[in-house]
């Protein structure tokens, strides 16, 4: 009995180790990553949503972004750990802008750190990148909580209004990197899969050493009778 207790302890220990070599058992975290925020006269969108080096989607841009409360496709959509960075490329804004956080769904309640839970804060009023040197970018602002994050423009705080959308977990969408990472996320799958063919491994070990065990303690009691 004590040597089967022995054997089966021993694939316990194979069992963990063969788990902890893979990564501790854990499918790794989200690749944090950065998603631009487009300042323009007078809206913001996300990077990717909009192709406004032309002038059809930056028309269309202005069209959806530019009111009271804009549409979806102005959202930002990130994930718990991501980060935001407002920033403004062509076409150049003209206009001075802030980005300046709200805490409701009407951008009514704004100013400088009224909401303990946002961390957008306030840009302070910055200046627009031509002429003269620039205020942009804004950020990175990371985003830790899930949840609605709104903002808006204190110069032009009528029609010039986004929202932060934080989930948790991976979602879709075009980023861009603050820095060059593109195999992030590929390197993220590959360890969760490695990861997971070691556990099937560890287990399947542990359970055909607990067989074999077992099968020879009862081979030997019978011999004994």
């Not at 930056?58 to 920033?87: F, L, M, N």
């Not at 590959?190 to 065990?213: D, K, P, W």
Request: hydrophobic residues 40%; contains cysteine.
């Amino acid at each position: 009995m004590r040597r089967l207790a022995t054997l089966l302890a021993a694939a316990g220990v194979l069992a963990v180790s063969l788990v902890l070599l893979g990564g501790n058992g854990t499918v790794p975290a989200h690749a944090a990553t950065n998603l631009n925020v487009h300042v323009h006269d007078d809206f913001y969108h996300p990077a990717g949503t909009f192709l406004v080096a032309n002038v059809t989607d930056h028309a269309a841009a202005q069209a959806a972004c530019e009111v009271p409360i804009p549409d979806s496709q102005c959202d930002a959509s990130i994930s718990v750990g991501d980060t935001i960075t407002w920033v403004s490329p062509a076409p150049l804004a003209a206009n001075l802008h802030t980005v300046t956080e709200c805490t409701n769904a009407t951008f009514t309640v704004c100013g400088p750190a009224v909401s303990a839970v946002s961390p957008i804060n306030d840009s302070g009023v910055r200046n627009p990148p031509s002429p003269g040197p620039s205020g942009w970018p804004y950020g990175p602002i990371l985003f830790n909580d899930p949840g609605v994050y709104y903002y808006r423009c204190e110069i032009h705080p009528a029609t010039m209004r986004g929202r932060v959308l934080v989930v948790a977990g991976s979602v879709g969408g075009a980023v861009e990197q603050l820095t060059d990472s593109p195999t992030a996320s590929s390197s993220a799958e590959s360890a969760a899969t490695t990861t997971g063919y070691l556990l099937i491994a560890g287990l399947t070990a542990l359970l055909a050493i607990t067989i074999s065990a077992g099968g020879v303690y009862a081979w030997k009691r019978t011999r004994r009778e």
